[in-house]
Structure formats: C-alpha cells, structure tokens
C-alpha cells in the first residue's frame, strides 16, 4: 500500500524523570510501524514531555491539545494506547475526540494495540480506559499510603518521606537537623523581613557566590519556595497533588500539619512577619521605593491620599521627588516630610516596650475570640447537616440531594481549615517571648540607616495614617496615627474570615455588628 495519507503522532510521558529513556523510542517506532500498515506517514509529532494524564486533563496538555489545530491539515492521529491519551476514562473523548470529529469527520485515530479505525465506544476500549484509571489510583492511593505511615509514624515522631532535604538542614534517621547551610536560611528570612524582593535576595547571595550542596546558582523562585516552607519553623506538611477535574484548579492540598516535629531555623514570629512583609508587596506593590509613606499620607484640608511625582528637572542632576495632594493642589518634598516621619518614629521606639505588649496581646485576644465565636457556630452548622443526613430516608436520598449535603460538608470543612489556621497563627504570637520578638526585630535597627525598601516595610508595619497640614507661612504640621499593634496581616485576614463567614451563618458572633 502506498503511503500517501498524512498523519501525526502523539507521545506521552507523565515523569521528567522517564525523559531520554527508551519510552520515547518505542512509542514512536510502534506508532510509525502502525502508520505505514495503514498508509499513512507521520510528519508531525506531539510530545508531552513529564505530563501526567491522571492529574491534568486532555486539553490542558498542550501537545494534546494541539491536536485540534492539526486535524485540519492531517488525514490521521496515531497513538501508542489508551493510557498515553488518558487516566481519566472520560476526558480525552470529550475533550478531543468528539470536537475534532464534529469538525473534521473524515480525521481517523488509530492505536498501536488494535487493527483498524480506533473506536471509542468498543468495549474493550472503554474497559482499556477504566483499567489505566484504576492502575493510577492504585498508585495513588499507595503512594499517599507510602508518606502517611511515615508521617504518623506510631510510637515516635513523624518522619520526613523520601525527598530531597530542604536548604539548611540534614536529614538523620528520618529526621530534620540544622546543618551548616542553615545560616543561610536566617538570612534569607532576615532580608526578606524588611521587604528585600525575591530577586534582590538572589542576587545579593550569587555576588557571594553562596551555594549549598543543591544550589549553585539562586533564582527569585527558590527564595519564594524557602520562604513559603513551614518546614523551617520546625514543622512537617506534606503536599498531595489532587487529580485535577475540569471545573478545579490543579492545586496541591496540604495533609495535616505536623507541628514542632523538629528543630526549627526560623521562629514562628519570623516566618509571621515575611508572610505580613509577602501580603504588603501585593497589596502595594514594590517596595523599595523613596515614597516610603506612599498610601500612608493623607491631605489634612481634603482628606484625601497624597499622589506620587517627579519633578526632577530633564537633563539636570539631582532629583525632586514630591508628594502632591490632587484636589488642593498642595506639593511638598519628600526630604521635609520623610525627617519629620522618621524623627517621630525613632521617639515612638523610647516608649515602653511593656505597654506596646500588652496592647498587642489585647488585640490579639479580642480577634482570637471573634474566630472562635464563629467556630462554634460553624460547628453548630455542622452538626445540623450531619442530623439532616443521617434522617434522610432511602426515598429521600436521591443524588441530587446528597450532591447538595456533600457539598455543605466540604464548604464547612474548608471554612473550618480556616479558622483553625487563623487561630493557630494568633496563638503563636499571643504571648510575651513572642511579642518582645517582634518589637525587638524592628527596634534594633537604626532608622536612619535602612534602604528605602526596609522605611517602606516598618512605615506600613507601625504607621496607620500620616496627615498633613500646611500652614499659611509654608511651615506644615503633621499628625501621625500609629498602630496599635503590628500585625496588619492578621488583623486583615481575621477580618475577612470573619465577614464571609457572616453572609453564610443565620447567627453572628459576639463582637460583631
């Protein structure tokens, strides 16, 4: 038979680590062996590289979805079998099949493993895919098994499964300990504490050529991860990828966190801090930045926030950096207005450390007590859904129903995940060691000496408003309201928890309006 029909072959590899091995080799010999006893010859290959067709769907790998585009100008898709298409039994058929059919219906798929047009509603097709489902959730479920034994552990405590060991530390029997790469990690955490972005960390550590046993080159994407590690605070998680569905997001899901299960490099007062210092980069962007009170400044006469502007002059030196309120016109030089700020903030550390405390933990109480206020309710909920469902009787127990019960369920176990977080964090800090922690972190620094980026950080960390007037002679006066406490983060995040859970509970907690 001569070959005069124009084909394209699809390959797949679900792990990186199976790259260059003969995997590729076969498939692409079985499948151009199979083109030729058909009359066709493959002039295109699709190769998805390290994806795994149990966690992503047809369509969002992007050589399989390529296909579509191909169909147009190729007489035939050829495959080496069912589970290089698919682990999910129904995905590929719907997703790529059926399209590319409704549009080209004289496009045929072929398979390595069976003669003639490839046939999806075959039987022994349909039971192909169920057994590549079955055979990767058994995997799965094993590999879950695998790191949950570990993880629980009976009669001692959890034990790290097999990966490579986090910067900083060694791994000895299972366990995590300090080793000589965990000052790196202080530093790391240090800088990124007074609002040093991801890439000027990497940076700074690739000019003194730091490297560890992993690392010899740092990229703003390893800083993130480190500074993203709950393993460094002393604790153990582990992430599970969920199989992804077409409506969710891949995401990873953290099985229970494992808390002090070994030493830790950073205290839970320092790993709070970054992530306040991450949540102000989002909310502000940037901040190294000589507008270090942006955001901050209010106009006295408007009551309106003071813009940013460069008045420099072009082609001279020097620089004129302006605030400049937009209703009333009223413009002032960054230099007068930052002395003042800074001068004011440098009193406000002389004040007494014992005062800032305990207001600080009387903040901390009362947030700590709206979440478990609405806890309880929460739980109260709970227990209504669980009453309802164990009622329904076998009638009454029809799918759409149950859909609906499972998914209050998970609705409630989410929002509880939550609440447990945010209580967990307060606790942490809730307590005199870890606020004098705290306080003492940004005390000992001298103010006058920091980078624009680390002004910006403990301006928005300690200052709430700055207004300002400007007086008939030019002179201005400024008043400065100050935080009470120092965790913006918490209280943001307490507050958001706490409103979302009021548009779903029938009953508030005590506290709120």
Request: net charge positive.
């Amino acid at each position: 038979m001569k070959n005069n029909l124009r084909g394209v072959g699809y390959l797949r590899i679900s792990d990186n680590k199976q790259i260059g091995n003969h995997s590729e080799e076969i498939q692409k010999k079985m499948i151009s062996e199979r083109a030729k006893q058909e009359g066709y010859t493959i002039e295109k290959w699709r190769f998805d590289k390290g994806e795994s067709a149990f966690r992503k769907n047809a369509s969002k790998r992007e050589n399989m979805r390529l296909l579509l585009s191909d169909a147009k100008e190729f007489d035939g898709i050829f495959f080496y079998d069912e589970s290089r298409l698919t682990r999910k039994i129904y995905d590929f058929y719907r997703e790529i099949y059926c399209p590319i059919k409704e549009q080209y219906p004289n496009v045929k798929f072929y398979s390595t493993e069976s003669a003639g047009e490839w046939n999806p509603n075959d039987p022994l097709v349909q039971a192909k895919f169920v057994f590549a489902a079955e055979e990767s959730n058994i995997k799965s479920k094993r590999a879950k098994d695998a790191q949950l034994s570990l993880l629980t552990n009976e009669g001692g405590k959890p034990l790290r499964p097999g990966a490579r060991t986090p910067v900083g530390y060694e791994l000895i029997e299972g366990v995590l300990k300090p080793s000589i790469e965990a000052p790196i990690v202080t530093m790391i955490f240090d800088s990124a504490s007074w609002g040093h972005s991801n890439e000027t960390i990497a940076d700074f550590l690739n000019a003194n050529q730091v490297k560890t046993k992993y690392i010899s080159k740092w990229h703003s994407s390893t800083i993130d991860y480190i500074l993203k590690n709950h393993t460094y605070a002393g604790h153990l998680s582990w992430d599970v990828k969920q199989a992804q569905s077409t409506q969710t997001k891949n995401d990873s899901v953290e099985l229970e966190l494992f808390k002090n299960v070994h030493e830790a490099i950073i205290s839970p007062v320092m790993f709070s801090i970054v992530t306040q210092v991450k949540s102000y980069k989002k909310k502000y962007g940037k901040l190294n930045t000589p507008f270090f009170i942006r955001n901050l400044l209010y106009c006295s006469n408007c009551n309106l926030p003071f813009e940013t502007k460069d008045n420099s002059p072009k082609g001279k030196s020097g620089k004129y950096l302006v605030y400049r309120c937009k209703n009333c016109k009223v413009i002032i030089h960054i230099d007068n207005i930052h002395k003042e700020v800074l001068a004011d903030l440098s009193k406000k550390w002389t004040s007494n450390m014992h005062q800032l405390i305990e207001e600080s933990k009387s903040a901390l109480s009362g947030w700590l007590q709206t979440l478990k206020e609405c806890k309880k309710l929460i739980e109260q909920t709970e227990e209504k859904i669980l009453f309802n469902e164990r009622m329904l009787t076998q009638q009454e127990a029809k799918e759409d129903i149950l859909l609906i019960i499972n998914n209050s369920k998970k609705i409630i176990s989410d929002e509880k995940n939550k609440l447990n977080h945010a209580i967990d964090k307060i606790n942490l800090l809730n307590n005199d060691i870890a606020l004098y922690e705290v306080y003492s972190h940004f005390k000992n620094a001298d103010i006058n000496s920091l980078f624009n980026s680390e002004k910006r950080t403990l301006c928005l960390t300690f200052i709430e408003q700055v207004k300002l007037r400007i007086n008939s002679d030019n002179d201005f006066t400024l008043s400065i309201k100050y935080r009470l406490n120092p965790f913006v983060e918490i209280e943001n995040d307490t507050v958001q928890i706490t409103e979302e859970l009021l548009k779903q509970l029938p009953v508030k907690p005590k506290g709120t309006k």
